[in-house]
């Protein structure tokens, strides 16, 4: 039995959640998401609060039973306050600029590396070197900020390139010269 997958998930005020099969649609005040549950999973929508129960206690189902109650939250979650992640910019001359959809990134190439946004994605930049990437969908908010973080993964001698914000770099020593 799935410790994660026996809590109940709250629904607050204000948020809507419509069960049509094993398709769930939540709604609420910073737009709507929908996801596709697993069909082994049986879910219940009370009037404050959403219950999963998983038909077996076997592994797999033990393990269907948390990643299904973990999705229902993470939709909850992000139309209620939606997710947040933190990127800083380290190197001379190392930038980003944004207009409209379109992030472009000054990073030490020869050429500007220009990143389009998807949608239900907004990037914020706050002095040049620190972005934050925002959405009401937590796995589309990490997937874009892993993207441009790929564009120039920090260094381990100086620590240039883009790292998350609570990401530590393990230093190198240089030539012992």
Do not use: C, W
């Not at 800083?88 to 990073?107: D, K, P, Q, W």
Request: hydrophobic residues 35%.
């Amino acid at each position: 039995m799935s410790r994660i997958g026996k809590l109940p998930v709250a629904i607050p005020a204000g948020v809507k959640i419509s069960l049509d099969g094993n398709s769930m649609t939540v709604v609420g005040p910073k737009g709507s998401l929908s996801q596709q549950l697993h069909e082994r999973m049986t879910i219940a929508v009370e009037t404050d609060q959403v219950v999963v129960t998983s038909p077996s206690e076997n592994k797999q189902d033990g393990a269907l039973h948390g990643l299904t109650r973990s999705l229902i939250n993470n939709m909850v979650v992000g139309v209620t306050a939606g997710y947040q992640k933190d990127l800083e910019i380290n190197g001379v001359g190392y930038r980003a600029e944004i207009s409209g959809n379109i992030l472009t990134l000054a990073l030490g190439y020869s050429h500007p590396v220009v990143y389009e946004l998807p949608a239900g994605i907004s990037v914020e930049i706050e002095k040049q070197t620190k972005l934050s990437v925002r959405g009401i969908d937590k796995q589309l908010v990490g997937s874009a900020a892993a993207k441009i973080r790929s564009f120039r993964k920090p260094e381990p001698y100086k620590g240039k390139g883009i790292k998350y914000a609570d990401e530590h770099i393990v230093r190198k020593a240089g030539k012992a010269g």
